[in-house]
């Protein structure tokens, strides 16, 4: 079975500096897609950035990139010059490349960004 | 693009009555709608995934005969979850994929149900 882990039940960054947070997963899979979500107090999640597996090159958003480490199963999201509007929830996410639909989420970390 | 809507946005009902929450994909076309329960300070846990015209796929653990997913259409899954109980309160988050397209769910802003 898939897990995944964030250990950072909340962190805070201030404005305009950056933050990075941790996600790490467990599956005997090679092939796997991960995602990092926001889920603002509107409670309406939006997918942030994407990853694939088989891809070695890190996913890069505009001020999103990812850190993803194939062996060490981990893959922690990078947010630079952070916005008063990052503040939200961030889930981290797996699915199995032959079933894409089941997405397995972390238990999120709470981003607050001070002025 | 890709705007998924929910109704209600919040239910408050009385234990033993039934609640219907739409979900709707209002400027694409869904195959495949996905039903989530988020607990709070918890995470989402997939409920059941429908797909149009055929019956839905239920998570182990998941009621299929309280929780009825019907999706009609290709832009509207219900979920209705009978005989409410107080431990049925949560928050219902349905999402969907576009017609054409893989591995992006597009998520609806929830409905949050209280029972009494």
């Known amino acids: 079975a898939q897990t995944v882990t964030q250990s950072q039940p909340e962190m805070s960054v201030q404005e305009a500096e950056t933050v990075t947070l941790s996600c790490t997963y467990d599956?005997?899979?090679?092939?796997?897609?991960l995602f990092w979500y926001k889920q603002p107090p509107s409670r309406q999640m939006i997918l942030v950035i994407r990853q694939e597996a088989y891809k070695q090159q890190n996913a890069t958003e505009n001020r999103f990139s990812v850190n993803f480490q194939k062996a060490a199963k981990s893959f922690s999201l990078k947010i630079s010059d952070s916005q008063l509007g990052d503040a939200a929830m961030y889930f981290c996410?797996?699915?199995?490349?032959?079933?894409?639909?089941?997405?397995?989420f972390g238990t999120g970390t709470r981003l607050q960004v001070f002025p | 693009g890709a705007v998924v809507s929910q109704h209600p946005s919040w239910v408050i009902c009385k234990s033993g009555t039934s609640v219907k929450i739409e979900c709707r994909s209002l400027?694409?076309?869904?195959?495949?709608m996905f039903w989530y329960r988020q607990f709070p300070k918890q995470s989402l846990m997939l409920m059941a995934t429908s797909n149009e015209g055929s019956k839905a796929t239920y998570e182990q653990g998941v009621e299929k005969d309280k929780f009825l997913i019907n999706h009609a259409s290709l832009t509207l899954s219900t979920l209705t979850v009978t005989s409410a109980h107080p431990e049925d309160s949560s928050f219902y988050i349905c999402?969907?994929?576009?017609?054409?397209?893989?591995?992006?769910?597009?998520f609806g802003p929830g409905t949050r149900l209280t029972v009494l």
């Open positions: 400027d694409f076309q869904a195959t495949t």
């Open positions: 999402s969907a994929r576009a017609v054409g397209t893989y591995n992006e769910q597009f």
């Open positions: 599956t005997s899979e090679s092939d796997y897609y």
């Open positions: 996410a797996f699915a199995t490349s032959y079933n894409t639909d089941k997405l397995i």
